[in-house]
């Protein structure tokens, strides 16, 4: 079943024409990548699926019902949430803290405080810090437990492991391979391949705007040289 998908959006900032009749889709449990290099149109995409664009046409579709009214705050409540590319990690409020209003805003799920301090047991010994003092891996993290907190069927994720060194992109790469085990959709946004190879099911490669070539992981091993022109700076 297709939990979320956009119909032939078109989305604009102003007059500049940011999307042109996008249509993709995430299946249940499936984890999907969408590819593209910066300025391509991924994060667009992201907040047209979760309400904080609006498309001057086509439609939004929630379990195949017509979603494309709804704002933000309804369509977190359906069961979509959203972790953004600069975390919003409250500064001030302690790690404990950002994730307790996470769970005030959620959902009623399997994701509770204990189970993400299972998932990143660094969040536990950081629990009572500010969240300003977190590392960059840290702060993914913790980004990423708010969004499990509000037991979403699925999460949308914009560029979590950028700028983050391999080890703790491997930690990452885990973590959401067991969310999605656990029967989470995740919807990944990254500029290059590596990531989504190891982990996604299929694959959106983005270019000015629209979408260029999608397929399963499998075909896009095959058209690799092709994909990475697309995707190169
Ligand atoms: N708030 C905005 N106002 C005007 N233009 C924007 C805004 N956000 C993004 N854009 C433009 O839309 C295009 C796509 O941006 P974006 O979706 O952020 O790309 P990506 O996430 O792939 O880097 C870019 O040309 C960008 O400059
Ligand atoms: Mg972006």
Known sequence: MTLLALESCDVFYDKAQALHKVSLGVEANEVVSLIGRNGAGKSTILKTLIGLNRAASGRRLWKGDDVTALRADQLGRLGIAYVPEDRRIFPNLSVEENLRIATLMGRQGGWNLARVYDLFPVLRERSAQPGDTLSGGEQ???????GLLTNPEVLLLDEPT??????????????????????????????????????????????HGAI??????????????EIEKLISV
């Open 162 to 207: 950028e700028g983050l060194a391999p080890l703790i992109v491997d930690q990452l790469v885990e973590a959401m391979r067991l969310i999605n085990a656990e029967g989470m959709a995740l919807l990944l946004v990254e500029q290059n391949l590596r990531v989504p190879m190891k982990l996604a099911h299929r694959q959106y490669v983005i270019d």
């Open 140 to 146: 993914q993290m913790l980004a990423i437990s708010r």
């Open 212 to 225: 260029r070539w999608s397929g399963t992981t499998a075909d896009l091993q095959v058209n690799r040289a």
